[in-house]
């Protein structure tokens, strides 16, 4: 602490502080001195009175030194800070919240007064702003609305209408006052369009608002639960829609606890609940709901109690709804009014049509719902926990569907967005599910609903209510909402095991064509659909159809991302939030595993008789290139020194399918059979009794591949015996060997033996590996003798007829690739969405 401020500070005290003075200071110092010695001069020639002052100066110690230079009141003991402090506490008035308030309201209409006779519109302008930060106040403390705020907004609107016509020929205003007079203007009109009924109250009688006390506003019917409130002929807004407008004018601002509104709201629905009117819980109930959305907004679900409370209120809007229905009905249709407490003009049957959406509050509500399960570990216990809160999403999904065509007219039910929404939506949450747990839903949402559906009924089959909704949305004017019931439909014949009439729904769609060019969730569900149809064509024993279709989608690098099941070219920290968000939950995955083994099985059972064709037939040498790809998975497994038993799926299919190499069909499916994952697919022991046929039919047809060279005929009961078949089955198969040219032979007269014929010379196993060197090394000679001529050779003219047989070759391979385009997948790719180009 510096010694300037230490009181008695002695300027005599040290030498060296002296020269700290400079010489205006001691110039003040002496004469200071000077008054005082001739101060008590004075005092001591004075009188009496003279001696009282001195005693009373005694008791006030003069400062000496820098102490000199502060100001008395900062001094300890000071006279004035004592009578300032006495003074203070003399005027010291303590104010009501509500006092200080209205006149902070008074102080700035005092304000607005002087300087709009001085055209300071700038100023003006601002107190505005701070009158309506009052009124916002005045509502929140439950406070009347003044009659000197009233008087306010009429004399000001006059003086500015006064002044609006006087600027039209004088100009007078500037640039900035001219754009602050009309914001004020502007702001102005709101504050009296938000007092409006007072404000034309005071127009017709001014005489009451001279008064302190604001003016009443007594009901118009007498009714006080009644909405529509007058005051003297005016119309004051209800206590419930004063408390809705006060919540949605505070939606979107910051800083404002919206678990407090929603408390609000709450207890204003329980007051009201029973004594309120439908036109009023309607309005509730849809703020409430809005709100609870919103809490949960920046969160990556909706919490599940949160959840449940909307679900419940949702069902009590339904109620409200349907006890209503000839009075109000909520509709998109509908149409807004200047205020939420004035009701729509009623059509000409009586009914009031409110704008809102039932549809989309289901679909916000079911959108949460598939939000918690992507945000829910699929392993966990409380995934399943979670799931069963599906049938009741259903059930309200179905209700809602039932009201909104009970309130759209026919003639517009088939252009109507709300209704194909949600029927769609209802389509999304049944068409992946088999015909016992549909059954099950439906028989569990109708409980409780009188009303029967118009466009599928209650008692419809499951094959009915799919047909139904994909008729009436393939008929909408929208066309995206057809294709996307077109494929759920497509999945569900796929699922339950009806191939025939997916295949050719699949095929008359033309959906391949186009398909590349849609929205990512339409791609998705495309390429779920035909792997869909590829299983479903395995299970049905169409083992090429399944191996086509299913070919390019397992062979991809993406089949996760295809599948809308996950990423495989990021890592799902990298991925969006938008992303993330359109991946199906869990328990709509088709399982990966599944896919690939069914795909290896109908490898096995294609490619190992053409294999074992084409390692014994010169003519076939050209289709080895055709069945590489499983060909090196059993060189792989041929070049390993110890192999073990088969532990993983594709150690059962390679074992397999080296046993069906040998003809032994036995132990191929022991093997196939082994393999746990097909207790996946519904008909399990269907499934496989038809790999068992399929593999007696391709090991016979392996084994006369295999030794044709060798044997010159074959009894055909023997062949019978060995493959567990029927004569007449193996008869049919060698014929048809036969005919197709696969091997060359006959049967004899009594059908008994079948005898091998071959223009080929029979060859040893010497001979086949010369012949197989003799190709290899006439490729090397050709490919010297191009590098020999620096890569230029002579090409030779082909005959005419060679070039024939090309050309014939090549649209065979073409009409064979747009047959195969048919299944190629769909490339997902989100870019589309926000580019959709039309189609």
């Known amino acids: 602490?510096?010694?300037?401020?230490?009181?008695?500070?002695?300027?005599?005290?040290?030498?060296?502080?002296?020269?700290?003075?400079?010489?205006?200071?001691?110039?003040?110092?002496?004469?200071?001195?000077?008054?005082?010695?001739?101060?008590?001069?004075?005092?001591?020639?004075?009188?009496?009175?003279?001696?009282?002052?001195?005693?009373?100066?005694?008791?006030?110690?003069?400062?000496?030194?820098?102490?000199?230079?502060?100001?008395?009141?900062?001094?300890?003991?000071?006279?004035?800070?004592?009578?300032?402090?006495?003074?203070?506490?003399?005027?010291?008035?303590?104010?009501?919240?509500?006092?200080?308030?209205?006149?902070?309201?008074?102080?700035?209409?005092?304000?607005?007064?002087?300087?709009?006779?001085t055209n300071n519109w700038t100023v003006v302008l601002n107190e505005i702003d701070k009158l309506q930060r009052y009124v916002v106040r005045t509502k929140q403390q439950s406070i009347a609305i003044p009659n000197f705020y009233i008087k306010c907004l009429a004399s000001l609107e006059e003086y500015m209408n006064e002044t609006n016509e006087n600027e039209k020929s004088e100009k007078s205003l500037n640039a900035t006052e001219s754009k602050s007079f009309n914001a004020a203007r502007i702001k102005l009109r709101k504050q009296i369009k938000d007092v409006q009924t007072r404000y034309d109250f005071y127009r017709?009688?001014?005489?009451?608002?001279?008064?302190?006390?604001?003016?009443?506003?007594?009901?118009?019917?007498?009714?006080?639960?009644?909405?529509?409130?007058?005051?003297?002929?005016?119309?004051?807004?209800?206590?419930?829609?004063?408390?809705?407008?006060?919540?949605?004018?505070?939606?979107?601002?910051?800083?404002?606890?919206?678990?407090?509104?929603?408390?609000?709201?709450?207890?204003?629905?329980?007051?009201?609940?029973e004594k309120g009117s439908a036109f009023e819980l309607i309005a509730i109930y849809q703020i409430l709901l809005s709100i609870r959305f919103d809490a949960s907004a920046n969160q990556n679900f909706m919490p599940v109690d949160e959840w449940k409370k909307n679900e419940d209120d949702l069902n009590a809007l339904l109620d409200v709804l349907y006890a209503n229905i000839d009075k109000y009905q909520l509709s998109e249709l509908g149409s807004t009014t200047d205020e939420?407490?004035?009701?729509?003009?009623?059509?000409?049957?009586?009914?009031?049509?409110?704008?809102?959406?039932?549809?989309?509050?289901?679909?916000?509500?079911?959108?949460?719902?598939?939000?918690?399960?992507?945000?829910?570990?699929?392993?966990?216990?409380?995934?399943?926990?979670?799931?069963?809160?599906?049938?009741?999403?259903?059930?309200?999904?179905?209700?809602?569907?039932?009201?909104?065509?009970?309130?759209?007219?026919?003639?517009?039910?088939p252009s109507s967005e709300q209704l194909a929404r949600i029927t769609l939506r209802r389509l999304e949450h049944i068409y992946y599910k088999p015909n016992q747990l549909i059954t099950a839903n439906e028989a569990e949402a109708w409980k409780g609903i009188d009303i029967d559906s118009a466009l599928v009924s209650k008692n419809a089959t499951p094959n009915e209510l799919i047909e139904g909704i994909n008729t009436f949305l393939h008929n909408h004017s929208n066309s995206i909402y057809g294709k996307h019931s077109l494929l759920n439909t497509i999945y569900y014949y796929a699922v339950n095991n009806q191939y025939n009439q997916a295949r050719e729904l699949f095929l008359s769609?033309?959906?391949?064509?186009?398909?590349?060019?849609?929205?990512?969730?339409?791609?998705?569900?495309?390429?779920?659909?035909?792997v869909q149809l590829g299983l479903s064509a395995f299970r049905s024993g169409a083992i090429e159809e399944s191996h086509k279709i299913l070919n390019e989608i397992v062979n991809s690098q993406r089949s996760k991302e295809l599948l809308g099941q996950g990423f495989n070219s990021k890592y799902p920290n990298q991925a969006t939030t938008a992303e993330r968000q359109k991946?199906?939950?869990?328990?709509?995955?088709?399982?990966?595993?599944?896919?690939?083994?069914?795909?290896?099985?109908?490898?096995?059972?294609?490619?190992?008789?053409?294999?074992?064709?084409?390692?014994?037939?010169?003519?076939?040498?050209?289709?080895?290139?055709?069945?590489?790809?499983?060909?090196?998975?059993?060189?792989?497994?041929?070049?390993?020194?110890?192999?073990?038993?088969?532990?993983?799926?594709?150690?059962?299919?390679?074992?397999?399918?080296?046993?069906?190499?040998?003809?032994?069909?036995?132990?191929?499916?022991?093997?196939l059979s082994g393999i746990k994952i097909w207790k996946l697919f519904?008909?399990?022991?269907?499934?496989?009794?038809?790999?068992?046929?399929?593999?007696?039919?391709?090991?016979?047809?392996?084994?006369?591949?295999?030794?044709?060279?060798?044997?010159t005929k074959l009894s055909i009961a023997k062949l019978s015996k060995v493959f567990n078949l029927v004569n007449e089955k193996i008869y049919e198969i060698l014929e048809k060997m036969i005919e197709s040219n696969e091997i060359g032979g006959s049967f004899d007269e009594t059908k008994i033996f079948i005898n091998f014929t071959s223009n080929e010379p029979q060859r040893s196993r010497l001979q086949e590996l010369a012949i197989v060197m003799n190709e290899k090394v006439g490729l090397l000679t050709e490919k010297n003798e191009k590098t020999a001529s620096n890569g230029y050779g002579k090409k030779q003219n082909q005959p005419q007829g060679q070039q024939q047989q090309g050309q014939q070759q090549g649209q065979q391979n073409q009409r064979e690739s747009e047959e195969n385009n048919r299944f190629r997948y769909a490339n997902v790719n989100s870019n589309n969405d926000e580019f959709q180009a039309a189609v």
């Open 340 to 413: 939420i407490d004035i009701e729509p003009e009623a059509r000409a049957d009586g009914v009031k049509v409110i704008f809102g959406s039932v549809t989309s509050l289901i679909d916000r509500l079911d959108d949460e719902f598939t939000r918690s399960l992507q945000n829910t570990d699929p392993h966990s216990i409380e995934y399943v926990e979670r799931l069963k809160d599906e049938s009741s999403i259903y059930k309200l999904i179905v209700r809602g569907q039932s009201y909104i065509e009970l309130i759209t007219p026919e003639d517009i039910r």
């Open 204 to 273: 017709e009688q001014p005489d009451l608002f001279e008064r302190e006390e604001s003016v009443d506003i007594i009901p118009s019917n007498g009714n006080e639960q009644s909405a529509e409130y007058t005051a003297v002929g005016g119309r004051a807004m209800g206590p419930v829609f004063a408390a809705l407008k006060q919540i949605i004018e505070s939606r979107g601002k910051k800083n404002i606890d919206k678990f407090e509104q929603i408390q609000t709201l709450d207890q204003l629905l329980s007051t009201n609940l």
């Open 509 to 530: 769609s033309q959906l391949y064509g186009s398909i590349n060019h849609a929205e990512s969730t339409l791609q998705v569900q495309y390429n779920r659909a035909i």
């Open 682 to 711: 519904p008909d399990n022991d269907e499934l496989l009794a038809m790999l068992k046929s399929q593999l007696q039919v391709e090991g016979l047809r392996t084994y006369i591949f295999t030794y044709k060279a060798v044997y």
């Open 583 to 671: 991946l199906l939950p869990f328990h709509q995955h088709i399982n990966l595993e599944l896919l690939e083994c069914v795909y290896m099985t109908s490898s096995l059972l294609i490619e190992i008789p053409a294999l074992a064709q084409a390692s014994n037939s010169a003519k076939d040498s050209k289709r080895k290139a055709s069945i590489k790809s499983f060909k090196s998975k059993l060189e792989f497994h041929d070049r390993q020194f110890f192999t073990g038993p088969p532990e993983s799926i594709k150690d059962h299919i390679v074992h397999a399918s080296i046993a069906l190499q040998k003809g032994d069909w036995s132990k191929a499916y022991q093997l």
């Open 1 to 117: 602490m510096s010694r300037f401020f230490v009181s008695g500070y002695n300027s005599d005290s040290t030498s060296e502080e002296e020269d700290l003075l400079t010489s205006d200071e001691e110039e003040l110092l002496s004469s200071s001195q000077e008054e005082d010695n001739d101060e008590s001069s004075d005092s001591e020639f004075g009188n009496d009175s003279d001696d009282s002052d001195s005693d009373d100066s005694d008791s006030d110690v003069r400062p000496t030194g820098p102490a000199y230079f502060l100001k008395k009141s900062f001094l300890k003991g000071s006279r004035d800070d004592d009578s300032d402090s006495d003074s203070d506490e003399g005027k010291r008035v303590v104010k009501s919240a509500k006092d200080k308030l209205l006149d902070d309201m008074e102080e700035s209409i005092e304000t607005i007064n002087v300087n709009k006779r």
